[in-house]
Nanobody, 123 residues
Framework: QVQLVESGGGLVQPGGSLRLSCAAS????????MAWYRQAPGKERELVAA???????NYADSVKGRFTISRDNAKNTVFLQMNRLKPEDTAAYYC?????????????????WGQGTQVTVSS
């Protein structure tokens, strides 16, 4: 079974920065696209940023120029550097990964989610 473990959330003042990390572990053959989503109370989960294995990136318009997604393929880890944070960035942030892995003797490709990490931007 593949697990995604996130870290780096917390409370920060407006204008501040945070760096989120998400590491995938298990019987992994290859991690394909990785992404960060967020969900604020009462709202639907939305894509924040995504990155391919060759580091092609995509961002939500609301975070362009402020957030940077990156990855370390050797460590199956994805990062989200968040700068100039705003109160509207407050949400639970979730890591997502498209992973090729073994379950028993079976090789399969599945979509996995982390448990979420809370980011709160407030003075």
């Amino acid at each position: 079974q593949v697990q995604l473990v996130e870290s780096g959330g917390g409370l920060v003042q407006p204008g501040g920065s945070l760096r989120l990390s998400c590491a995938a572990s298990g019987r992994i053959v290859r991690v394909n696209a990785m992404a960060w989503y967020r969900q604020a109370p009462g709202k639907e989960r939305e894509l924040v940023a995504a990155i391919t294995t060759s580091s092609i990136t995509n961002y939500a318009d609301s975070v362009k120029g402020r957030f940077t997604i990156s990855r370390d393929n050797a460590k199956n880890t994805v990062f989200l550097q968040m700068n100039r944070l705003k109160p509207e960035d407050t949400a639970a942030y979730y890591c997502n990964a498209d992973v090729l892995s073994y379950t028993g003797l079976a090789l399969g490709r599945n979509d996995y989610w982390g448990q979420g990490t809370q980011v709160t931007v407030s003075s």
